[in-house]
């Protein structure tokens, strides 16, 4: 298997348009995060889903930010307008989510870098 | 909820130095415990995990980690550093009863001085 997929890997985009992060999960996961991270917040969990569910939104910064699961293996993250204040790596990860004594160990893709200028 | 905290937020060494980084968690029932890396540049990679049995547990690249339950506690160690073991390390926690949510500490970015 080739990993959590992310796309694009760099986004630059002036402040107020959309931006679209799109997630392809690990064959087989059934939970998906996406977290932000920045130098001066850290790792942050934004959302996290289970079986296509949102389970998890309180990290969700405000309204402007939006995540879905359309399939049990693609996952997109929202932005819009987009702020300048937004810039960071965001991260998206899975998990084959056994859960209770099971194998919880999320598994990373390589990030989206996203400037917003 | 679960919680974790992550005391040291930056340690500098020098090669062959010992490492302790402390983490600490909040949750009153059974966990699963993590130990993530991030090289610069780079996605979180696992170092090691604890799911049950053996509280010591031996990781990648010669590390492992304790889990004390009593202490609520699952430090990393290493005995002996090497300088491209520079990079920020992340504990996480998940609960049995949160699903499959991880949460990870603030993490402690370590510089291995050459």
């Known amino acids: 298997d080739a990993g959590v997929i992310q796309s694009p890997r760099h986004e630059v985009t002036e402040m107020g348009q959309e931006v679209t992060l799109r997630c392809k999960l690990i064959?087989?996961?059934?939970?998906l995060f996406w977290y932000r991270q920045t130098m001066m917040r850290g790792l942050e969990l934004l959302i996290y889903?289970?079986?296509?569910?949102?389970?998890?939104d309180s990290g969700m910064p405000e309204d402007r930010f939006s995540a879905k699961m359309p399939n049990a293996s693609f996952s997109t993250l929202k932005i819009q307008p987009s702020e300048p204040r937004d810039s960071a790596v965001y991260f998206c990860?899975?998990?084959?989510?056994?859960?209770?004594?099971?194998?919880?160990?999320?598994?990373f893709g390589q990030g989206t870098r996203l400037t917003v200028v | 909820a679960q919680s974790v905290s992550q005391h040291n937020h930056h340690v500098i060494l020098s090669e062959a130095a010992s490492l302790e980084l402390g983490c600490n968690y909040s949750y009153g029932g059974t966990v699963n415990l993590f130990w993530y890396v991030q090289y610069p540049g780079q996605h979180l990679q696992l170092l090691l995990k604890y799911f049950s049995g053996d509280p010591l547990v031996k990781g990648i690249k010669g590390f492992e980690a304790e889990f004390i339950k009593s202490k609520f506690s699952f430090n990393l160690r290493k005995p002996s550093v090497q300088w491209s073991d520079t990079a920020e390390y992340f504990c996480?926690?998940?609960?049995?009863?949160?699903?499959?949510?991880?949460?990870f500490g603030g993490g402690t970015r370590l510089m291995v001085k050459p």
């Open positions: 990860a899975s998990s084959p989510g056994q859960g209770r004594g099971g194998n919880t160990e999320a598994f």
């Open positions: 889903f289970n079986n296509n569910v949102p389970i998890d």
């Open positions: 064959s087989g996961h059934n939970s």
């Open positions: 996480a926690v998940n609960g049995d009863n949160a699903g499959n949510m991880l949460t």
